[in-house]
């Protein structure tokens, strides 16, 4: 049980910070900052548009890791809940 109530707390976290306001907040000013850098750059700098579109997919990723885990979180909640319900305690 110690494992799914970890995931169920580490679920539990990351929903925190996805709820956050900073955290949404950041993230929309980067994605934003990324994407006018990118505008403004001079189509010759291949670099610098290769590491702003990196940096739009990192961030991206991040998200989608913060999501997962929410997700993971709610199957290990719902394990618990289905256990507790076939082995009730006397």
């Known amino acids: 049980m110690y494992d799914l109530e970890e995931e169920v707390a580490k679920g539990n976290k990351a929903a925190e910070v996805l709820r ?11 994605e934003e ?13 291949a670099q610098q548009r290769e590491r702003l579109y990196i940096a739009c ?23 618990i809940e289905t256990g507790s319900k076939q082995n009730p305690v006397h």
């Open 20 to 30: 956050n306001d900073a955290f949404q907040d950041a993230f929309v000013a980067l």
């Open 33 to 45: 900052y990324y994407t006018e850098e990118w505008k403004r750059s001079p189509p010759t700098d």
């Open 57 to 79: 997919g990192v961030l991206e990723h991040i998200k989608m890791h913060l999501e997962s885990l929410v997700m993971t979180g709610k199957m290990a909640g719902e394990q």
